[in-house]
């Protein structure tokens, strides 16, 4: 029973989420960072032994977007943790819904693309995956999503410590920064290119932010619960020692 008892207070404190969340803010920055990148640079191509050339810039945004989809499981999984931890804490509830609303933007951006592709002349799928028009569409659900993200990481940061809670909140306002300057761009010269002139000005400054915004949030999530027990001995032969157990938090 005594081992049954250990191995549930050490669930309890063991923080999967905080790590969950912390790889999912990683890959969420090296996804801007790429997508940014494709778009700040223009188009450029990379030949290749046996073929004439492939675009590098639609290359670095197709694994832009890879590292993207690859944060969502950890996001959701870092988010169903704490929800179960804190069943009762209105801020997993309200990242939750955040997480549950970035979703369906997701799926509403892969459902036009798929009719875009039906309405294309041609059936070749390769065309249609390398089409730079694809890669302008899709930036296009990132400035929801940038939003929804600072509330996600903005609720989760009153789960941490006030040192790396400050952190994680300031990443999350350079999100809402990110969304809110991309829309005052494209609102002031809106058309098909919009996102793309927005997200290139200054050399990509804008993805650039949100990279950052990102990492702050990653290494705010490094805060670990621990359980550091000291024991007291007693003086009294045959007692059993008594041992002092309290929280504290490790930082790596």
Do not use: C
């Not at 390398?130 to 789960?159: D, E, K, N, Q, Y």
């Amino acid at each position: 029973m005594r081992d049954s008892f250990l191995s549930r207070r050490a669930s309890a404190v063991r923080p999967s989420w905080a790590r969950a969340l912390q790889r999912a803010a990683l890959l969420l920055a090296a996804s801007v960072a790429l997508f940014g990148s494709s778009l700040a640079v223009g188009r450029w191509t990379v030949s290749l032994p046996g073929s004439e050339f492939i675009y590098g810039d639609v290359l670095l945004a197709w694994i832009g977007m890879v590292a993207y989809v690859s944060a969502w499981p950890n996001l959701w999984a870092g988010l169903r943790d704490l929800q179960a931890r804190q069943p009762t804490d209105s801020n997993g509830v309200v990242a939750w819904r955040a997480f549950s609303l970035s979703l369906l933007v997701a799926v509403a951006t892969v459902v036009v693309l798929l009719l875009q592709y039906h309405a294309l002349a041609s059936a070749d799928v390769w065309i249609f995956i390398v089409s730079w028009p694809i890669m302008r569409f899709a930036g296009w659900s990132l400035v929801p999503t940038l939003a929804l993200h600072g509330i996600i990481f903005g609720r989760v940061a009153r789960s941490l410590e006030p040192p790396f809670q400050y952190l994680t909140d300031l990443g999350a306002l350079i999100l809402f920064a990110v969304a809110a300057a991309t829309t005052v761009i494209i609102l002031q010269s809106p058309g098909a290119s919009a996102f793309v002139q927005a997200w290139s000005l200054g050399l990509g400054v804008l993805p650039a932010a949100a990279a950052v915004g990102y990492g702050l949030i990653a290494f705010g999530m490094t805060a670990q619960s621990a359980t550091v027990k000291a024991p007291i001995a007693t003086t009294q032969p045959g007692s059993l020692r008594a041992s002092a157990e309290r929280p504290f938090e490790v930082f790596r």
